[in-house]
């Protein structure tokens, strides 16, 4: 079992040798045991608060061994909708503290009955998809550990 303790830049001078793909729930994890695809198993024991993205590269202690982390395609609502609309649904959306993903010509969250007929009802057009979801990091205490 191989044990990741720190994160790498992305632009250091290094050969990927391992890839693990996470959902977006499970890149919050600082401490986890995970299974890559060819039955290995990887324990993440990083600072806690770490919040894990598309591309981040961690090592082990020897940096012997590079994994590069792969945002994961899972069931996600994207919400569009002309700018105004889509900044009033955001404002809902924080108000009930979901993550959420957020650019100028979307908004997508984890699937929720509840949240779709809401935005669905704000004049939104709501789609399901499978996808990599990013959402926003939290405003207290996360943070992006490079």
């Given at each position: ?8 830049p ?65 069931p ?27 650019t ?43």
């Amino acid at each position: 079992m191989l044990t990741l303790t720190q994160h790498k830049p992305p632009d250091a001078d290094f050969v990927v040798n391992l890839t693990l793909e996470l959902t977006a729930e499970e890149r919050t994890r600082s401490r986890h045991r995970f299974s890559l695809a060819d039955g290995n198993e990887v324990f993440l024991r990083l600072p806690r608060g770490t919040v894990l993205h598309d591309g981040d590269i961690l090592t082990d202690e020897n940096e012997s061994n590079f994994l590069k982390v792969v945002a994961k395609s899972e069931p996600v609502l994207t919400a569009v909708a002309d700018t105004n609309l889509l900044l009033r649904a955001a404002y809902h959306l924080g108000n009930r503290h979901v993550p959420v993903e957020i650019t100028v010509n979307y908004l997508r969250l984890s699937p929720d009955p509840i949240l779709q007929a809401m935005l669905i009802k704000l004049g939104l057009e709501v789609k399901e998809e499978i996808l990599p979801f990013q959402p926003e990091l939290g405003a207290y205490g996360t943070h992006h550990a490079h």
